[in-house]
């Protein structure tokens, strides 16, 4: 079955350390993959994307991500985490031709120690 | 533009009751989708449309129904809310429905049902 995976439901991590969340995903196509951020009582905000060519990307705050094809792998990462950070994560696919529609994965809550 | 916007941001049903998430963009977006978020289950995909007077199932429909009248407005109907319908609503658009573009989200829409 299809299905996006986010193994870590919390992480926590110290500001300044650094930080990736993992996300794999299961399809018989490589999807589209997003990475978006959801603050307390907020909607979500797109981090980042990718559809083709370099497998690593840049998104907005500092994060990137790195599809890894042979993984079935899409991981957030940020080199030093700031308190703001402090947030729900979610994985995301789309497939072309499908309406738009995206697939999420369950989530990680990420807490930042001061 | 006010983006995506839904209201009420809170509600209070009793069950068997029926109510009206009203959603609104000022994108021209012709694609919106609507997402209930429960805790650690991600989003999931109640009902999307592809432009005014179209409209398809998501994943999980049951109990809830939609129409697209004009480009801008998604309402998503509750017909006898049960307390399995306690969720966060999310309306979102995007632009395009090829995948690929950025889902814009609202702020959310609190529901409980007792």
């Known amino acids: 079955a299809q299905s996006v995976t986010q193994p870590d439901i919390h992480i926590t991590v110290s500001e300044g350390a650094s930080l990736e969340l993992r996300c794999n995903y299961s399809?018989?196509?490589?999807?589209?993959l997003f990475w978006y951020v959801q603050s307390p009582g907020q909607g979500l905000q797109l981090l980042l994307k990718?559809?083709?060519?370099?497998?690593l990307v840049q998104g907005i705050k500092g994060f990137e991500a790195e599809f890894k094809r042979s993984q079935s792998s899409f991981n957030l990462r940020k080199p030093s985490v700031h308190w703001s950070d402090a947030a729900e994560y979610f994985c995301?696919?789309?497939?072309?031709?499908?309406?738009?529609?995206?697939?999420f994965g369950q989530g990680t809550e990420l807490s930042v120690k001061p | 533009n006010a983006g995506v916007t839904q209201t009420p941001k809170f509600r209070i049903l009793k069950i068997g009751q029926s109510m009206t998430l009203q959603c609104t963009q000022d994108m021209n977006h012709n694609y919106m989708y609507w997402y209930r978020q429960d805790p650690g289950m991600g989003l999931k995909l109640i009902y999307y449309s592809v432009g005014a007077g179209i409209t398809d199932k998501g994943e999980v429909p049951n109990g809830y129904n939609v129409s697209r009248s004009t480009t801008e407005d998604f309402p998503l109907r509750l017909e006898l809310a049960a307390p399995s319908q306690t969720s966060v609503y999310f309306c979102a658009s995007i632009i395009g429905g090829g995948a690929g573009g950025e889902l814009f989200f609202g702020e959310g829409s609190r529901l409980t049902v007792l």
């Open positions: 990718y559809f083709s060519g370099d497998t």
């Open positions: 399809y018989g196509a490589t999807p589209y």
């Open positions: 995301a696919v789309g497939f072309y031709n499908q309406g738009g529609k995206l697939i």
